[in-house]
C-alpha cells in the first residue's frame, strides 16, 4: 500500500495533530509505504525533507491565514504524489488542501481524519460550509477520534454511516522511568517543593487556565500548580495569580525538553485540563499523563476530553467554566491519597490497553486494506 498523509503542517512544528501525523508516519506497519505533503512552516519555498526516515514534501506557503498556511501549488503537488499514491489520508481541517484535493479531480481512495470542527472561524465557516460537505462526501471513509465527537459535531452526525472510530494514540514506552529518568523527576519534586497539581498546553483562550487559577484558591497550603506552556494569555494568567493572591504558589514555566515534560506528568498528583471550548477534541496530554500513572481532571465539552478521560474511572469530568464544580474536584483528590492512586493506576492501564500508538497504526493500516479493496467506497468517487 502506498498512502500519502496530507496535513498543513509536520513535525518538529509542535501540535497534536501534527504529533499524529508524525505518528501514524513512524508507527504504521511496514508493508504501508508512505509519504507526507504539508506546508512549509512560514513564509518560504518548496522544499523536501527525510525526517526518521520518511519523506516529506513541504509546499512553497504565503504565510498564514485564520491559522492556516496558505499554500502555493498544492493542487500540483496532490497531482504528482497521485501517480504514486494508491490512497490519500487527509487530516481534517485544512481548507486550502481541502479545496485543492477537489480542484484537482484525483479520483484516488480518500481516508479523512476528522480532529476538530471549525469552532472559532464563523465567517470563514459560512463561506467554506458547501465545499467542507462536498469533501465529506468525497471521502470513503471518516475517522473520527472518539464516539462522542460522532454525535455531537454537526458534520459528523450527517455522515456517521460512513465514520469510523479510531482513537489517537501515544508511545506507552516513552513514558516508561529510567535511571535518568528517575533523576530528573526528583529534580522537578526538589524545585517545586511541595506536591502539586499539573497543566501543560498552549495559554489561548480555550485551554480555560483562568478558571484553573481561580479555583486552586480552594486547594490549601503547601499544594501548588504548575502551568507549563506559552501563548498570548501568559501574561494576563500571571498578573491573575497576582490578583487573586496566588503568586508563589502558581508556578509558570515555559514549554519543556520532551524528557523534562515527562519528568513534571510523573512528579505531579494529578493533572487538570480545564478546557472550555469544543476546539479541544480530544486533549491526548491526558493521555501522557495517565501513562504515568496520574489521574485526570478534565471537562465535558461533548468532544473526546471525556474519551480519553473516563469519569469516577481514570479521573474526575466537570463542567467547563465551573470555577466551583473544578475546586472541589482538585480538593477532593488532595484530600484522598487513595482515590488518587485507584484512578491513576486504571488510568495508566487503560492507556496501555487502548491508546497505545501501535494499536491505533494497526486498525488505520487495517481501515486502508478496508478501503483499497472495495470494503468501502465513496459512491460520489465509484459513480465518476
Known sequence: ???????????????????????????????????????????????????EGVEVVKAASLGTYFSSPLPLGFRRELRVLSRWADLFHFHFPFPPGELAFLASGIKKPLVVTYHSDIVRQKALLKVYHPFLVKFLRRADVIIATSPRYIETSPYLSVFKEKCRVIPLGIDTTEFEPDAELEELIALVKSEVGAPFALFAGRLIYYKGVEYLIRAFNEVPEPWKLVIIGSGPLKDELVELSRETGLQGRVLFYGPQPRRRLIAFYHACEFFVLPSVERSEAFGIVQLEAQACGKPVISTELGTGTSFANLNGVTGIVVPPRDVEALGSAMLKLVNNEKLRSELGKNASARVMKEFDVRVMAAQVAELYREVLSGAVSSSERTSR
Open 1 to 51: 500500500m502506498k498512502v500519502a498523509l496530507v496535513n498543513k503542517l509536520y513535525y518538529p512544528v509542535i501540535g497534536g495533530v501534527e504529533n499524529h501525523v508524525r505518528d501514524l508516519a513512524v508507527f504504521l506497519p511496514q508493508e504501508v509505504e508512505r509519504k507526507v505533503l504539508v506546508c512549509a512552516e512560514k513564509r518560504g519555498p518548496r522544499r523536501t525533507e527525510q525526517i
